[in-house]
């Protein structure tokens, strides 16, 4: 059974840079799409970004100039980053799996995501 | 992207059925079959419950069904039970991306 488990500071003061890992145990992160999603405090979801194994991503356009995700395929973790945050940017911030489907050449992200992290509070403050 | 609509809530009463609906547009729900929905108790992380429209996980229950028409996914419960009592979230694949639909309070009566 696949497994996800966020971690990293829970509080960040405003303008610095949010760092969360999500390490992956009871399968490989190989030949999978990862994403990150995040939930204000009593508001919905909003996806962030994926990234896929090899290391090639895809970001929301709303976050994009602010985003970086990486993969360290060694240690079967990514990680997200999000820069310049503010207030806004407090949330509950889940990792999950994002499933794929093949087409033609390859295979393509489909935004639907069937393994979740418990998720953890990273809240701006000074 | 602008999220998907879904009604802010609904309810029922045990043993009876529901539909929530996501209503998107063509370039995401009337687009593509990739359209997927999730539970969330308080406190806890979504879990999937429908996925390419109209897809069962294993495990979830066969009270869950997903269908689409034009740019409007439904979900229905039926024979509702307290433990359904949730929020709900639609999602759909468009542009490369992920856009979600707003939840939908459930209240078992």
């Known amino acids: 059974q696949v497994q996800l488990q966020e971690s990293g500071p829970g509080l960040v003061k405003p303008s610095e840079t949010l760092s969360l890992t999500c390490t992956v145990s009871?399968?490989?992160?190989?030949?999978?799409?990862w994403s990150w999603i995040r939930q204000p405090p009593g508001k919905g979801l909003e996806w962030i970004g994926y990234i896929y194994y090899s290391g090639s991503t895809n970001y929301n356009p709303s976050l994009k100039s602010r985003v970086t995700i990486s993969v360290d395929t060694s240690k079967n973790q990514f990680s997200l980053k999000l820069s310049s945050v503010t207030a806004a940017d407090t949330a509950v911030y889940y990792c999950a799996r994002e499933k794929r489907a093949s087409y033609g050449y390859g295979e393509m992200a489909t935004a639907q995501f069937d393994y979740w992290g418990q998720g953890t509070l990273v809240t701006v403050s000074s | 992207q602008s999220a998907l609509t879904q009604p802010a809530s609904v309810s029922g009463s045990p043993g009876q059925s529901i539909t929530i609906s996501c209503t998107g547009t063509s370039s995401d729900v009337g687009g593509y079959n990739y359209v997927s929905w999730y539970q969330q108790h308080p406190g806890k992380a979504p879990k999937l419950m429908i996925y390419?429209?109209?897809n069962r996980p294993s495990g979830v229950s066969n009270r869950f069904s997903g269908s689409k028409s034009g740019n409007t996914a439904s979900l229905t419960i039926s024979g509702l039970q307290a433990e359904d009592e949730a929020d709900y979230y639609c999602s759909s694949y468009t542009s490369s991306s992920a856009v979600f639909g707003g939840g939908t309070k459930l209240t078992v009566l």
């Open positions: 009871g399968g490989s992160i190989s030949s999978y799409y």
């Open positions: 390419d429209v109209s």
